[in-house]
């Protein structure tokens, strides 16, 4: 049984990747990145993520690296708190309060008990940079009340602010001003370029900082794609500054090579890494074709690699020698989400628009990208002038045999190019291969398209609805080929009702029904004959959404309309059931159950209504679930089901509810509480996760809560009794403890070689005394005794031991088993 909780509004994943810049561990074997309200730890060897490092209650806004620790790191956010990990074993070690928002994080090195944050106090667009000193304490959470301000009106994004030459001085940009602030002096010098608005000086704005490690060298990023190095900047007369000039377009992030200082890098629009040797004009190399534009630069502190950090939520891991080496993809967030959230059905993967002319396929419980699939497979061009191809429509049918897409381009109202493509799944290739094109199947936007996915329909069906006025069937037929063994799509029916627009589509769940609203008005059609068989009409406004009931529901239709009227009508009476004043922006039915969820749309944010169709009192309501619009949302089949017994939760039991929201952040509900999703690590039994094969994996290998009650009850009155390892303190302590806290190894060694020890205490009732045994080995080595102990350890080898560990005993052998169990090893004790 599941303990029953409020539910909460929680970030499934999927979040920004790129918000802040990566950050490399000492040695280069893992690599930081923010996620949200997460910190997450991926192995730059296999791109896998190792750790999620969770206690923060917001926004993630900075990380980096203990100075003085290697092992630790420090985060910050905007709940207003610093916290410091151990990022090998995933344990909070403390939390600092600060108070404030905190927006950027940096550390140096000389300064062991302070850390530098950007906050905002007074005003919401003026930031400072302040030092936060650190107290020693032995309390998990501290108070960090002594804040020394250092720099004001400073730029909130930390790619504006670097720390240079061992920290003696820190530089920061912000429009047209460079800052330079020198510990020592105490003193700010400040460099203004010109703002004046001819061609030659528009884009003069600063867009991003770095320092060299060992020279007092600062360089700038531009809005117009140049680099300026500036020198002797701590004279205010005598400074110089020489440009370096390559991209066309602004300067994203810029990132000295930290060993020597020797190669600069820069990225931005270009998707291309450019690596400047020694500075100079001339000498420099470039990694083309990234992928996307280049938001971040990192370096790892050992400087055999670097990272760039991608619009496209991705995370590009590079050698040495400028060679793409690693490519962590989150989920990509596209400019407009079209298509809206949809499942795939083999691999239950969350479907939407990923790069420009793809869909991804991202995997919720892994919180991973699976694919891309390239629908327009045309190169795109990054022009922000240039109308590209956008797909706007897919939808997946014949349980993720069919997949259909829509993809359209209009430069002007007149000049409109549609193309349909259906893609057939293939077992071989195990992906999606276009199987039928269509140029034009329709004179006007496309609204809608959905396939009969009843498992009793024996052709496959599609149909698209239009703005032209119509709606068309499409089947699957055998194609133009002599030995009839290709197939295609083909055009069936067009159904069409007073020239009104076709707004949307549905089938019933047994696919006998097909519903098409037409503006305001909602028809039904017979799915054999295509006859129109009744129409509804509220006179309510434009329907917006359309959908049948499922399972014992399925008698009811439900349209929203767009004068925020919800009404659910009787198919079979053919009457209006109910309606209800309800402002819908997201409708979307259960697959495993009759539940339907509706998001409304209100002032102060959106607002979830769960119900059954059958039923006039709501399931479920939770009001403000985000504070801004939610978009698209869909209900999720879970694979083990939940067993909530709370009426108002039973409708996450067997599905979970997903939804997107207007800045594109995933979200879903969970009845875990805060304390219990902050557990040390999520990670903790990595180590026993990940033991090989092997003899000893069997002996220290995991048994299952079940399987330990079965093997105890199995084994309860039984001759022979092994302990179980997990249940043994001294094992379980030498797995579950880090291993930089645990004492000398000699003085484990007797108490683990102890507690492997079978028990003197552990005979059973019914065991045999010893003189007997041996008089009656004696007698007959066929003794029914003997007999009966050879079928009781070949029960226990039965019950889940592993089939390495007990096989069948011979009779000479279980006489030697009987004579060493009778050896005293308490000697062992001693040593």
């Not at 109308?387 to 002007?412: D, N, R, S």
Request: net charge negative; hydrophobic share 35%; aromatic share 10%.
């Amino acid at each position: 049984m599941v303990e029953e909780a409020s539910l909460r509004v929680v970030r499934c994943g999927g979040s920004e990747l790129n918000f802040r810049r990566a950050v490399f561990s000492a040695d280069s074997k893992y690599i930081f990145c923010v996620s949200g309200d997460f910190i997450k730890v991926y192995s730059t060897a296999t791109e896998e993520c190792v750790h999620i490092l969770h206690g923060h209650s917001d926004l993630v806004t900075g990380i980096q690296l203990n100075p003085n620790n290697h092992l630790q790191l420090y985060s910050c956010s905007f709940d207003g708190t610093i916290k410091l990990w151990d990022y090998i074993d995933g344990i909070l070690i403390k939390t600092f309060i600060v108070g404030h928002k905190l927006h950027a994080l940096f550390t140096v090195a000389h300064t062991e008990d302070s850390v530098f944050v950007t906050i905002n106090k007074e005003k919401p667009d003026t930031f400072q940079l302040v030092s936060v000193k650190l107290p020693k304490s032995s309390s998990q959470e501290i108070k960090a009340k002594e804040i020394s301000f250092v720099l004001d009106y400073i730029n909130q994004s930390p790619k504006c602010i670097a720390f240079g030459n061992k920290g003696e001085y820190v530089a920061a940009v912000r429009d047209f001003y460079l800052s330079v602030y020198f510990f020592k002096k105490k003193t700010t010098s400040r460099f203004t370029l010109s703002s004046s608005r001819n061609k030659k000086h528009a884009k003069n704005n600063f867009t991003c900082v770095a320092c060299h490690p060992k020279e007092d060298c600062v360089a700038s990023g531009h809005k117009d794609g140049k680099i300026r190095l500036w020198r002797n900047f701590d004279d205010d007369k005598k400074y110089t500054y020489t440009c370096l000039h390559w991209h066309h377009d602004m300067v994203m992030d810029l990132a000295f090579s930290v060993t020597e200082g020797t190669s600069l890098l820069s990225g931005g629009r270009e998707s291309v890494l450019v690596e400047w040797r020694n500075a100079t004009e001339k000498n420099k190399e470039f990694l083309p074709r990234l992928g996307a534009t280049i938001e971040h630069i990192s370096v790892s502190p050992a400087g055999d690699l670097f990272c760039t950090s991608h619009s496209d939520n991705k995370i590009v891991v590079i050698h040495r020698n400028l060679e793409a080496s690693a490519v962590i993809q989150g989920l990509v967030k596209d400019r407009n989400i079209f298509t809206g959230l949809m499942i795939d059905p083999r691999t239950r993967a969350l479907v939407l628009n990923g790069k420009p002319g793809h869909l991804q396929f991202y995997s919720l419980q892994s919180d991973k990208q699976l694919y891309n699939l390239d629908i327009v497979q045309q190169e795109y061009i990054n022009d922000t002038n240039l109308i590209q191809i956008e797909l706007t429509k897919a939808a997946f049918g014949c349980q993720g045999h069919w997949l259909a897409t829509v993809e359209q381009w209009q430069e002007k109202e007149t000049e409109l190019e549609l193309q349909m493509k259906l893609w057939a799944y293939n077992k071989k290739t195990q992906g999606f291969i276009l199987n039928t094109k269509v140029s034009m199947p329709h004179e006007d936007h496309i609204t809608a398209l959905c396939f009969c996915n009843a498992e009793k329909s024996e052709n496959p069906t599609l149909v698209t609805a239009s703005k032209d006025g119509h709606f068309k069937v499409w089947i699957l037929t055998d194609d133009s080929d002599i030995y009839k063994k290709a197939v295609g799509w083909t055009c069936d029916f067009v159904g069409s009702y007073h020239k009104y627009q076709a707004t949307n589509c549905c089938f019933s769940e047994d696919g006998s029904l097909l519903a098409v609203s037409f503006e305001e008005i909602v028809t039904i059609w017979d799915s054999e004959t295509w006859e129109l068989k009744c129409t509804f009409c509220q006179r309510a406004g434009k329907i917006r959404h359309l959908c049948f009931g499922r399972l014992t529901c399925s008698k009811y239709l439900l349209g929203a309309t767009e004068n925020d009227i919800l009404c659910c009508w009787n198919l079979l009476s053919c009457t209006l059931e109910w309606s209800t004043k309800l402002n819908v922006s997201v409708m979307g039915p259960d697959p495993n159950s009759e539940n339907i969820a509706a998001i409304s749309q209100s002032s102060v944010g959106s607002d979830l209504f769960v119900f059954k169709p059958s039923e006039p009192r709501p399931v479920y309501i939770q009001k403000n679930i985000s504070r801004e619009e939610v978009h698209w949302g869909v209900f999720i089949p879970r694979d083990v089901p939940e067993s909530f017994t709370s009426e108002a939760y039973q409708w996450l039991n067997r599905s979970q509810f997903y939804f997107l929201t207007k800045s594109q952040s995933l979200l879903t509900f969970s009845a875990k509480s805060p304390e219990e999703k902050l557990t040390p690590t999520s990670k903790q039994l990595l180590a026993e996760e990940s033991l090989p094969t092997t003899p000893f994996y069997f002996i220290l290998g995991k048994h299952r809560q079940q399987q330990d009650e079965k093997l105890n009850d199995a084994l309860g009155n039984e001759l022979v009794q092994l302990p179980l390892t997990e249940n043994i303190p001294a094992i379980s302590e030498l797995l579950h403890t880090p291993a930089h806290v645990l004492p000398s190894a000699s003085f484990l060694c007797s108490m683990f070689i102890n507690s492997l020890l079978l028990s003197k205490e552990s005979k059973s009732a019914e065991e045999i005394p010893d003189d007997v045994d041996m008089e009656e080995e004696k007698e007959s080595e066929d003794s029914d005794e003997e007999n009966d102990f050879t079928e009781k350890v070949q029960d226990t080898d039965s019950i889940d031991l592993g089939e390495d560990i007990m096989h069948q005993l011979s009779k000479s052998e279980e006489k030697e088993l009987r004579k060493l169990r009778k050896v005293d090893y308490s000697w062992i004790t001693a040593l």
